[in-house]
C-alpha cells in the first residue's frame, strides 16, 4: 500500500526521527536502515529497549498514531495512475488484495476514502499475519489466503526489502518507484520482472 498505491511514505521517512526528537533524544546516524523493515509495533518495542523511554511500546503506538493518523484519514493521496489500473484489472476479473506493513487503523480508512477498498478481496498487515514483509513466509501467507496460483500471481511493492522476500516465495514482481527507496533503484529494477517509474505506465501494457 504505502509507497505502491498510496503516495504516504514521505510521512514515514521522518517519523522515527521525528517522534526521539519529541522524547528529547537525538537520533542515531543507523535509525533509518536499522528499522526501515519493521512493523510500529517492532519499532515501538526497538525504541524501549534502545533508547531506554519511559514508555511502553503500546503507549509509544498510541503516540506515533496519533501523529500520522489524521493524515491516513483524510489527506494522503494516491499515487498516479491507481485507480485507472485498478478499474482495468478488476474488469478482467483480477483477484487483488492489500498486504501492508502498515496497522488496519490507518489502510482500511484510506483505502476507502481513496476508492480502492471496494476492488480488493480484502486487506491483510504484517500485524495480522504476525511475518515480516521482508520474509518469503509472508507473501505465502497472502497467496494462501488470495487463493490464486503461484505462477499467475504478481506482487507490486516498491521497497527493496519486500520484493526480496517476494522474489524469494517466488512470485513475479513488479517495482513501482518511489523516492522513498531512490538509493535503491538500481537493485530494485534488476531484482524487479517489471519495473515501472509510475503505474500510469500500465497503459501502455496490454494487460
Known amino acids: 500500500m504505502d509507497g505502491t498505491l498510496l503516495d504516504s511514505m514521505g510521512v514515514w521517512e521522518n517519523i ?3 517522534y526521539l526528537r519529541r522524547c528529547g533524544i537525538e537520533p542515531p546516524e543507523d535509525l533509518t ?3 526501515k ?3 510500529l509495533p517492532q519499532c515501538a518495542r526497538y525504541f524501549c529497549q534502545r533508547f531506554s523511554l519511559p514508555h511502553t511500546p503500546e503507549e509509544i503506538i498510541a503516540q506515533v498514531g496519533e501523529m500520522v493518523g489524521d493524515l491516513y484519514r483524510s489527506q494522503l493521496p494516491l499515487k498516479a495512475g491507481v485507480l485507472p ?7 478482467q476479473g483480477v483477484a487483488m488484495c492489500v498486504a501492508t506493513a502498515s496497522g488496519r487503523d490507518l489502510a482500511l480508512p484510506a483505502l476507502e476514502r481513496t476508492g480502492v477498498l ?3 478481496q480484502f486487506v491483510l498487515t504484517v500485524d495480522e499475519v504476525g511475518i515480516r514483509k521482508d520474509t518469503p513466509e509472508f507473501f505465502r501467507k497472502v497467496l ?3 487463493g490464486t496460483p503461484l505462477e499467475k500471481t ?6 527493496l526489502h519486500a520484493i526480496e522476500g517476494a522474489k524469494a516465495a517466488g512470485f513475479s514482481v513488479v517495482g513501482v518507484y518511489d523516492s522513498s527507496m531512490e538509493k535503491y533503484q538500481a ?5 524487479a520482472d517489471r519495473y515501472f517509474t509510475s503505474l500510469e505506465e500500465w497503459k501502455e501494457v496490454d494487460l
Open 154 to 159: 504478481v506482487v507490486f511493492e516498491d521497497a
Open 16 to 18: 522515527g526521527e521525528d
Open 144 to 146: 494462501e489466503r488470495l
Open 187 to 191: 537493485q530494485i529494477a534488476s531484482l
Open 33 to 35: 536502515e536499522s528499522i
Open 118 to 120: 471496494k476492488y480488493m
Open 85 to 91: 489500473l485498478l478499474e482495468k484489472l478488476h474488469s
Open 37 to 39: 523493515a519493521m512493523t
